[in-house]
């Protein structure tokens, strides 16, 4: 029994793990979100959170920082990206790459898969080389190859586009793993073929290598390496006591030279082989963890046990908080923000049931038009074949097509009626962006996100909807699509 006991208290998860434990679940609150296959676009999502989290996650609350930043320097011929480039500047001032060590979901899987019995690749003279590439591929991947695109008006969020692991395992794989969306392996192409061969090398290097992503490729973790001299918490040494010895750097399985540079993600190891004490995890001037609070009086020890208790209690009751909003079931009836945007209704003009569905009645909505008065209703348009393509100024797709729907538009004028309807997660001047450009079409917004739900129940997006003369749906579906295709789905419309 006593070795029993003993087993179980060597093995119980660290502080740090907990807390890993505890940010991930916290990043990705909309639990249900892993059930209904849907990703999670309330208010929350206009929000950065500090670690690595791809967005398009089905749990995830929050926008992932670094693809906030590609998306604002897409955008920043319109927009000056005031936002990202201050929450970054907050996080990096505040926590630096304590973010790494303690706060990111990413980080945590890293440690896991490095826990696996296999051989592993110790730290050397090539690992500190290699650690300079991800300061490259945020160079190259994250500003350059998205500023260059946006001086074309055409945004290209690379890394995310290109290399992201965490976009491929947690976005794409979390979405197309439910049932749900089995419809949507057709938008798969050599793209996604690429992404995945790219996530499968990185997980088997992190099993041999710890945190080789982190290390080599991570350009968060870059930025945040950026304010290791000036971030407020982190790991600390008391120059005082320091002998350098170099125990601290030997033990470290971080490309570092010394504690608390830009390699560091003061995850605290150190402190337990430093023979003088000399190190200590603080917040400015207030120690956290250390030498300091381990050789305490014991009221002062009562003391901050009770603090910490109180802290994690705070930190449940948060967490509770949360997977009880973001996951309270949905009210079957759309209600209307305000007298400008009508709910989506639902009021068939015969026995047709009214759905998403190919064959069922559309619901009829109305909508805003950038630039216009006049709202677009769809019961007006009765008697014209209707499309309705759903897009973003940040989905690349989306952005691609849209030449062809105003193409349609010209053509067809007076038979055929088209609308491009934002999402309603609006990261951009949409205005400003549609201004580089000589649309004819509508373009609308989805202000609640009504509109996308009531015609699929998902927010993947580009989306294109054929109604024909009569309201019966003809095509629904995810996925881009070409001239060709519209012209042929227009004459299945109209035979």
């Known amino acids: 029994m006593a070795k029993m006991m003993q087993w179980i208290r060597s093995h119980l998860p660290t502080q740090r793990r907990l807390i890993q434990l505890y940010a991930a679940l916290l990043y990705n609150a909309h639990v249900k979100g892993f059930i209904t296959g849907n990703i999670y676009t309330g208010s929350s999502k206009m929000l950065c959170l500090p670690g690595f989290n791809c967005y398009s996650c089905p749990g995830a609350i929050g926008a992932c920082p670094l693809g906030a930043l590609q998306n604002a320097i897409a955008s920043s011929g319109s927009r000056t990206p ?18 790494c060590g303690f706060l990111c979901p990413v980080g945590l899987l890293q440690e896991l898969l490095y826990k696996i019995p296999t051989p592993k690749v110790k730290k050397g003279r090539v690992t500190r080389v290699l650690s300079w590439l991800k300061y490259v591929i945020l160079a190259i991947f994250v500003v350059i190859i998205p500023l260059w695109y946006a001086l074309q008006s055409y945004p290209v969020p690379a890394f995310c586009k290109y290399i992201c692991p965490a976009g491929t395992f947690e976005g794409a794989i979390g979405l197309l793993s439910n049932p749900v969306n089995a419809d949507k ?14 996530l499968l090398v990185i997980v088997a290097a992190c099993v041999f290598i710890y945190r080789a992503f982190c290390r080599f490729l991570c350009p968060l973790g870059a930025i945040y390496g950026l304010f290791a001299k000036v971030a407020v918490i982190g790991v600390k040494v008391e120059a005082s006591k320091c002998t350098d ?59 901050i046990r009770r603090r910490r208790i109180i802290a994690w209690c705070a930190a449940l009751v948060l967490l509770a908080g949360a997977l009880w909003y973001f996951n309270q079931p949905e009210s079957e009836a759309v209600q209307p923000d305000s007298a400008a945007t009508p709910a989506v209704t639902a009021t068939p003009e015969d026995d047709t049931p009214v759905g998403h569905e190919v064959g069922m009645r559309a619901p009829d909505f109305t909508v805003p038009v950038y630039g216009q008065e006049t709202p677009f209703t769809l019961s007006e348009h009765r008697g014209e074949t209707v499309i309705v393509n759903f897009w973003a100024t940040w989905c690349t797709p989306c952005c691609n097509e849209l030449p062809h729907f105003d193409e349609v538009y010209e053509k067809y004028d007076g038979s055929v009626a088209v609308v491009a309807i934002h999402s309603d997660l609006v990261t951009d001047d949409v205005e400003g962006y549609l201004a580089k450009f000589d649309y004819q079409m509508p373009f609308a917004l989805d202000e609640t996100g009504a509109v996308i739900k009531a015609f699929n129940g998902s927010t993947m ?9 009569n309201g019966i749906i003809t095509y629904n579906a995810v996925g881009s699509v070409t001239l060709e295709k519209l012209e042929a789905l227009l004459a299945e419309a109209n035979p």
Do not use: N, W
Request: glycine share 8%; proline share 5%; net charge positive.
């Open 245 to 303: 010895c170099g125990r601290c750097v030997s033990h470290c399985q971080m490309d570092i030279r010394h504690v608390g540079d830009h390699e560091c993600i003061h995850c605290g190891a150190c402190m337990d082989v430093c023979p003088t004490k000399a190190i200590s995890f603080k917040a400015g001037k207030i120690t956290l963890h250390g030498p300091e609070i381990a050789s305490a009086a014991p009221e002062k020890k009562k003391s």
């Open 461 to 469: 997006l580009p989306q294109t909807i054929v109604i024909d003369p």
């Open 185 to 198: 392996f057709s938008m798969l192409g050599i793209l996604f073929t690429r992404k995945f061969v790219i």
């Open 82 to 99: 005031t936002y990202v480039l201050g929450i970054l500047l907050l996080f990096g001032l505040t926590l630096g790459r304590t973010i």
